[in-house]
């Protein structure tokens, strides 16, 4: 069955770097676009930025553009997403999910909490 | 502000049926097809209704979608306790290509 696993979230400063991570298993990985979206405490849900199934193209939010970056590695069957300069704007949950055209985001992992403060 | 504009909040009695708007645009609803997404307090997301109007293996034909111009409809029919939970539509947008998420109804039970 299809799995996505989400890790990495952790309290971190103002300012700081985080790399999430997002295993998937029970699906041809390669085939599909990855997105990452998150969800702030208490509020709705944004969509942060997806990848190609290559990994040749990449789009962000512009809330993050320029300061996250998403990558994958389809030998490892893994979706990252590389968080620079961080701030508390940035606390959330952050889901990583897949991407079947008119499917829509068609699974979704169950999440991983990063929290921005001092 | 959400791309997609949702009503903040619905409500209804058991057994009774419930609809939730979605309001987009010509470049999101009125160009591509609607998703909706079941968020149970504490849990991930789950898909609803995609394209528009299909459901995906395991959700009961209480919830039927619909869609009309830049506009998309939720209903719940045959409301029960277990259907409180937020709910919130989606689209892929063409002109900023990149999904767009309404800001979420939640429902309520009474």
């Known amino acids: 069955q299809v799995q996505l696993v989400e890790s990495g979230g952790v309290l971190v400063k103002p300012g700081g770097s985080l790399r999430l991570s997002c295993a998937a298993s029970?699906?041809?990985?390669?085939?599909?676009?990855m997105s990452w979206i998150r969800q702030a405490p208490g509020k709705g849900l944004e969509w942060v930025s997806y990848?190609?199934?290559?990994?040749?193209?990449?789009k962000y939010a512009d809330s993050v553009k320029g300061r996250f970056t998403i990558s994958r590695d389809n030998a490892k069957n893994s979706l990252y997403l590389q968080m620079n300069s961080l701030t508390a704007a940035d606390t959330a949950m952050y889901y990583c999910?897949?991407?079947?055209?008119?499917?829509?985001?068609?699974?979704w992992g169950q999440g991983t909490l990063v929290t921005v403060s001092s | 502000q959400s791309v997609l504009t949702q009503p903040p909040s619905a409500s209804g009695t058991p057994g009774q049926r419930v609809t939730i708007s979605c309001s987009g645009s010509?470049?999101?609803?009125?160009?591509?097809?609607v998703n909706w997404y079941q968020q149970l307090p504490g849990t991930a997301p789950r898909p609803l209704i995609y394209?528009?109007?299909q459901r995906p293996s395991g959700v009961p034909d209480r919830f039927f979608g619909s869609k009309s111009g830049t506009s998309a409809s939720l209903a719940i029919s045959g409301l029960q306790s277990e259907d409180e939970a937020d709910y919130y539509c989606?689209?892929?947008?063409?002109?900023?290509?990149?999904?767009?998420f309404g800001g979420g109804t939640k429902v309520t039970v009474l």
């Open positions: 394209n528009n109007n």
């Open positions: 999910a897949r991407e079947a055209g008119n499917h829509g985001l068609d699974y």
């Open positions: 989606a689209a892929w947008d063409a002109s900023l290509n990149h999904w767009v």
């Open positions: 010509s470049s999101n609803i009125g160009s591509n097809s």
């Open positions: 029970g699906f041809a990985f390669s085939d599909y676009y």
């Open positions: 990848v190609t199934s290559d990994g040749s193209y990449t």
